[in-house]
């Protein structure tokens, strides 16, 4: 896949997914996760690599540091 597709369906995902019911550290992961996946396929797209494993890395990336800055490892 191009890069712009994972943009817009991180947009989409994140604009869709609805954060009314989630806990801020879930709102976090979330958006890390949305933003890591999207930066992560365009940087690997323009650099000439896997746009999808760009995503995947930039995603997990992501999503591990929305829920660490959410306070969610200080839970138990």
């Given at each position: 896949m191009k890069p712009k597709k994972f943009i817009a369906i991180?947009?989409?995902v994140s604009v869709t997914a609805g954060c009314a019911g989630?806990?801020?550290?879930?709102?976090?992961?979330?958006?890390g996760g949305a933003i890591g996946a999207a930066g992560g396929?365009?940087?690997?797209?323009i650099a000439g690599g896997n746009a999808?494993?760009?995503a995947t890395l930039g995603g997990a990336a992501?999503?591990?540091?929305g829920y660490?800055?959410?306070g969610g490892h200080h839970k138990r």
């Open positions: 991180a947009a989409l989630m806990t801020p550290t879930q709102q976090r992961t979330l958006s396929a365009l940087l690997t797209g999808a494993v760009g992501g999503a591990l540091t660490i800055l959410g």
